[in-house]
Each structure stands twice: as C-alpha cells, then as structure tokens.
C-alpha cells in the first residue's frame, strides 16, 4: 500500500521497519533525509550572496554592508550616509555599508577623521610676496599693506601717493613716503606742533629796516631782482602792529624813505 502511494524512487520514500531495534536507526534515517536536507545544494537557490538551509527550506542572506532586496534574493549596498548621523565637516562617502569622511580640494582630514582644516600654502615658504600672503582653498594670493598697491606680477608692493588720494591738510607742501605722508615748509621756516602749518622766520619781532640802491647804474632787470629779494623776506615775516615791522628805504641821488616801520 505505501508503495502503491510513493513516488519514485521507492527506496529513497518507502521504509519498513521491522523491528523495535531498527527505530532508532529509521528515525536518524528519517531525519537526515527530511529534516536535515541541505536545499541550498540540492537546488538553484538564486541567492545574490549566500543561501542559508532550514529544516525544509532555505532563505537568502546578504553581506555585512548590504540589504535584502524585496525579492528575497538580491542585495543592495547600505547607504551609512543617508542617516546624516555621520559628523562629516565636509562629504561623507560610503562604500560596503560603511562610511569614510572626505574633505573638499584644498583642506586636509584631521586625526578626528571628521573636521577639516584648510591646507596653509602660505606655510610652504615659497609665496614670494613681498609684503603678506593669503591662504585659500586651493593655493595663496599676496597682499600688500595699507598705503600700498599690489604690482601686475601680484608679488611686488608699491607705496601710494597718498599726497593725491587724501587731504592732508599741509600749508607748504605734501611729501609721500612708504605708506604715509608728511608735511614740509618752505626755506626759513618751520613746521609747526599740528604737523601741518608752517611758522615764519620772524617769530622772534624784530624791526627791520631794507636800503637799497636805486640809481641808474643798478639797471632794471637788477632792480628787480632786488625787488623779487624783498619780498621773499618780507614774506617769511610775522609783520603786524605788534609783531616784527618793517621799513624800506631808496637811495640815488637823493635818499627817500619808501615807507616806514
């Protein structure tokens, strides 16, 4: 009858026990032929990665770094990323279900393997600027002090006329120096306390009286020279009711007082 019910091949299906003493010998016959087959051999299981038998089954499992596709065979890497609990400054890569943080072109990972610090180029010593040099991603550019301007080789500095580009307020005259400027005043007198004003020769008053040759034989152009020197010392003085006064008088033939002090 259990023959008549098998499938072939009847001496894989069909057992007969015929004795007490064959029990337990059937039932670990049973059982590894039942229980214990290893599907994951005996068919195309189609796992991507590993097949795992079970008592009459089997199940796909994926590697350390992947997930089980819907399918229940294929498998997909595990974006550790995507969680946006990985801490990286910059960019988080993953790869096998793992990540590795990576910092942009121009900074460097520090030992925490999450921060970034950009890369000093400056620091490689071979900026030649002539005043200062700035660091930014990717390389350096150089940079003059204040009062300076950067030269077409972007290395070299020049000092601005800051005479032309500020008020600077002097009197007589404004000399530019390396990223200044300073106030001069003319011969015969002095610079005053504010760095800017200028004061005449004739501070001390004094009364001074000029004689000068007026006859024929002085000739004009002469003449006026003379006339050119007065006025230059007149104009060094501090002239004033109460400062320093001044006389002129002309002689030729005849001696006559121009003005008075």
């Given at each position: ?9 009847l ?134 002090r ?20 500020v ?7 404004c ?29 001390g ?57």
């Amino acid at each position: 009858s259990l023959r008549a019910m098998a499938s072939p091949p009847l001496e894989e299906h069909v057992f007969l026990v015929e004795s007490f003493e064959l029990i337990q010998q059937f039932g670990k016959q049973f059982q590894d032929k039942l229980c214990g087959a290893d599907l994951c051999m005996e068919r195309d299981h189609g796992c991507q990665h590993s097949c795992v038998s079970i008592p009459g089954s089997f199940y796909c499992e994926c590697n350390p770094g992947y997930r089980l596709g819907a399918d229940g065979k294929t498998c997909s890497p595990i974006d550790a990323c995507a969680d946006g609990r990985h801490g990286c400054e910059h960019q988080c890569v993953s790869a096998h279900g793992v990540y590795s943080c990576r910092c942009r072109a121009g900074y460097y990972l520090n030992q925490d393997k999450k921060t970034c610090t950009m890369i000093d180029y400056c620091s490689f010593g071979n900026h030649s600027c002539q005043h200062e040099c700035v660091s930014i991603p990717n390389g350096h550019f150089c940079r003059c002090r204040s009062g300076f301007t950067l030269q077409a080789d972007s290395k070299s500095c020049r000092a601005n006329d800051l005479c032309n580009g500020v008020d600077h307020g002097c009197e007589f005259k404004c000399v530019s120096a390396e990223g200044s400027y300073h106030c001069i005043c003319p011969e015969g007198e002095q610079l005053q306390a504010d760095g800017k004003t200028c004061n005449k020769c004739g501070a001390g008053h004094v009364d001074l009286v000029m004689v000068i040759d007026g006859s024929k034989s002085v000739r004009p152009q002469n003449f006026e020279l003379v006339k050119q020197f007065v006025n230059r010392i007149v104009d060094l003085l501090d002239v004033s009711p109460h400062g320093t006064q001044v006389g002129l008088v002309q002689y030729s033939s005849r001696v006559r007082t121009e003005f008075p002090l």
